[in-house]
């Protein structure tokens, strides 16, 4: 993505504010959307997404359908999990050709150059096999993910579905496209578990001098920045857990990043490379980055659940203007697992989200 195509976002407050494209200079925050009354308020629904993911490409979202007590529900398991000792944890591997199961401080960003300090779980339903605890380990972990995945997959189809009537195609494309039914399903909820001080290998994250504002003095990073490869994702974060951050202005020499709030039940969504090039880049994949606390002290671990709305693999990705070529779900998703090179256009991108 071209930088001039870039939002500007500044921190006022404790909010984003961003400098909408191609609009006005005057600012004004990260879109808040309210999904109640959804089939009622439908097409005004799709009129604030469909603003929000062209001149941002991220929202945040409340009254969703998806109840506090099961977010919280779901983060105790996720917790539950990562307390486990790593020699538990090693028998769920991360496989390298499914993209599923646990891995620790394994994914190098191509913006710092080193791994990420964190560890993760990566549910993507057709291939978990062999990669879920036993029962009797964690009781009541499968059974309630799956649930919560499903949760999410319905809501991403929600949004989705908006999307694709205000792209021209039918209401239900994007359903059709991540049917949870088939085998070559590939939508991932993944589980995150970023590393407390006490547990961070030293100096493993220095980020580089381009990463960083000049007014801003270099700290580490817990996630370095990249975009998302999938077409929508939902996080997730635990209230007073900060580090999120958004790119505003991706010039190097002018680069700022502005910090996102969490909040009790609020979820924060972004539009991936996957859907910004199906939609011929009208939808905008935004640079994103999760930042330790800056000083010397320590801090506490932090955590945070996504869910990455990625089309069956054998669904082909081309926009309605046949802006880029076709290419399969599979392919698409495969470039961006074997590279992190920086993106320049959806054509090319190979970031890891």
């Not at 071209?2 to 925050?29: D, M, Y």
């Not at 005004?44 to 359908?65: C, M």
């Not at 710092?112 to 036993?134: F, H």
Request: overall charge positive; aromatic content about 10%; proline content about 5%.
């Amino acid at each position: 993505m071209a930088s001039s195509e870039k939002n500007s976002i500044r921190k006022s407050h404790s909010a984003v504010s961003v400098k909408p494209a191609r609009k006005s200079q005057s600012e004004r925050t990260i879109p808040l959307i309210d999904l109640s009354n959804f089939s009622r308020r439908r097409a005004e629904i799709s009129k604030q997404l469909w603003d929000a993911a062209t001149n941002y490409g991220f929202f945040q979202l409340v009254n969703h359908g998806i109840p506090t007590k099961d977010i919280d529900f779901a983060f105790i398991q996720a917790s539950r999990f990562f307390d486990l000792t790593e020699s538990e944890k090693t028998k769920f591997s991360l496989r390298k050709f499914k993209n599923a199961g646990w891995e620790s401080r394994k994914q190098v960003r191509s913006s710092t150059g080193v791994a990420d300090q964190k560890e993760s779980y990566q549910i993507i339903q057709p291939r978990m096999r062999g990669l879920w605890p036993v029962e009797s380990q964690l009781p009541g972990f499968k059974g309630q993910l799956l649930a919560f995945e499903k949760s999410c997959w319905f809501l991403s189809m929600q949004l989705m579905g908006c999307f694709a009537e205000k792209l021209g195609l039918q209401k239900d494309f994007f359903t059709q496209a991540h049917n949870p039914e088939q085998s070559d399903y590939q939508s991932t909820l993944r589980l995150l578990h970023y590393y407390a001080s006490s547990d961070k290998t030293p100096g493993a994250s220095e980020p580089k001098d381009s990463e960083l504002c000049a007014s801003q003095p270099k700290h580490q990073w817990w996630a370095g920045a990249h975009t998302d490869y999938d077409c929508l994702t939902l996080l997730f974060q635990r209230n007073h857990q900060r580090g999120l951050e958004i790119c505003c202005e991706e010039k190097q020499e002018t680069q700022t990043w502005a910090p996102v709030t969490p909040d009790e039940g609020l979820i924060t969504c972004n539009i991936g490379d996957m859907l910004m090039r199906w939609s011929d880049d009208k939808l905008r994949s935004t640079p994103h980055r999760v930042a330790m606390p800056e000083g010397s002290g320590s801090f506490d671990d932090r955590h945070s659940m996504a869910f990455f709305c990625q089309a069956n693999g054998r669904q082909t990705i081309y926009g309605p203007e046949g802006k880029y070529p076709p290419i399969s779900a599979k392919e698409f998703l495969k470039q961006r697992l074997a590279t992190n090179s920086p993106i320049s256009s959806p054509n090319n991108s190979q970031k890891t989200q």
